[in-house]
């Protein structure tokens, strides 16, 4: 009797163990038949426009224009688990709706949260959103204005849906296609420097002061580029990336994707076979400020210059065959120093309770330095496809990183969107602590040493080789 109990005993456990191993053997079998099966994209576009009534981060909205605001990405299947790319017509997504956005679109995807990349483009019309943020201030007794977070969870589960649907209609990938060019005459640095080398001026994305736009354009990186993803002769997705702060003029109580949305708008026309999604690149420290003074035509002028930029950088796009084997997706979390300043700001927020600004632009950045505290860390991705790299970054960072970025690999085709976490807000470099400024006072979220913590992580994404 007791032989038969362990001979039973052995037997449950054995098959238990089988189980168990072909759980785990289920998804390795999936992700070997869609790597046989190659690869495939899916895209997804949903409306992401707040309704009138609602806040946007810095006032309500009365009105809706022609162009609302859209979410848009891709879903990469074939290379593993899926991989995501997001970017949104919001101001910022920072803290834990980072991390609920992931966690959402990653299920839908069928993927993990750390092989999603969601961004925003950092319009000024158009929402806020940080769940953690709604939270701190209604706790606080204060009303949560643009971080009321009923609207943007809507967005949040319509790209959940849009996703789900679009895997069904996934189109097969043969190809990426890399092309770059200058855009002429939009973005200009803000950092005007006297003769000590620290800033004696910001030239704003919306400057009326004629003497600094005469200044020189400064350092920028004048490059937009495209990565554009085929099927044989036939454009599925286009990825756009270009550095500078988005603003023609805002404050209007009207909903828009500004400059860029138009851009973006005139390309889908050209290339309607091919979902455009666009991406703002490290424009922390750039703006139009040299070439718009806030004059509404302005809006106009600038898309279409943008707009040239993108179509011959589409013209000059060079396709190379993508396979499986040429796509890998890699992550290095980093634990940046959040600015000591950010401790205080607790003390005054009762007293600006009804300051919509100061809310906008201050509670993120108590949620930030709090996960920083507790360790938590950010993600900086990359997406390998090939030759090319796109690189995926928190906040709103200077300029200096993408060229340092691309510095490092000139034999690559390298990307880069910044605008991902927004709970750090401007990440100067080293050197711009020093020199002063707006960007590198309460508006940085993070302190010195940043630049070294971000550029190693860079650094060490580009040199990986392989799909992993």
Known sequence: ??????????????????????????????????????????????????????????????????????????????????IVLCSIDWIGLANES????????????????????????????????DFSAETYLKNSGIAPLSYESTFTRLVMHRIEEAIRTSLEKATPVTHVGMGEAPVYMVASNRR???????VRATRYTTCQDSALRAEPEGLIDPMVSLVSFWNGENPVAVLSYYAVHPQSYYLTGVANPDFPGLARFYRQLSVPQALHVHFNGAGGNLGAGKYNDGSHENRGILAERL????????????KEVLSAEDVSWNVEPVALPPANYIDSLRAVVKSKANDQ?????????????????????????????G????????????????????????????????????????????SAYEEGGYEASSASGVTKGSEKIIMSAINKLLQVEGPH
Not at 307 to 318: L, N, S
Request: hydrophobic share 40%; aromatic share 10%; proline share 5%.
């Open 387 to 430: 030759r090319a790299r796109i690189l995926n970054m928190p906040g709103e960072l200077f300029v200096e990183y993408q060229l340092k970025a691309k510095a490092e690999r000139p034999d690559l085709f390298v990307a880069m969107a910044a605008y991902g976490d927004y709970g750090p807000e401007y990440i100067c470099t080293d």
């Open 307 to 318: 707009a040239d930029g993108m179509k011959r950088a589409w013209d000059a796009t060079k």
């Open 192 to 198: 005007i420097q006297g003769p000590d080398g620290r």
């Open 98 to 129: 980072q991390d609920e956005f992931k966690r959402v679109l990653a299920n839908a995807a069928g993927t993990v949260p750390e092989r999603v990349a969601v961004h925003t483009i950092h319009q000024h019309d158009a929402p806020i959103c």
């Open 357 to 385: 600004i100061f809310l906008s632009n201050n509670i993120s950045k108590i949620i930030f330095y709090d996960r920083c505290r507790k360790g938590k860390k950010i993600d900086i991705s990359c997406l390998s496809l």
């Open 1 to 82: 009797m007791l032989g038969k109990k362990i001979r039973w005993t052995f037997l449950c456990i054995m098959l238990g163990m089988m189980l168990f191993i072909q759980g785990f053997g289920i998804e390795s079998i999936n992700e070997k038949e869609d790597r046989i099966a190659g690869l495939r994209l899916a895209t997804f576009d949903v409306d992401a426009t707040p309704p009138v009534g609602s806040y946007m981060t810095y006032n309500p909205v009365i009105n809706i224009w022609d162009l609302g605001l859209r979410a848009r990405g891709i879903v990469l299947l074939g290379a593993g688990k899926p």
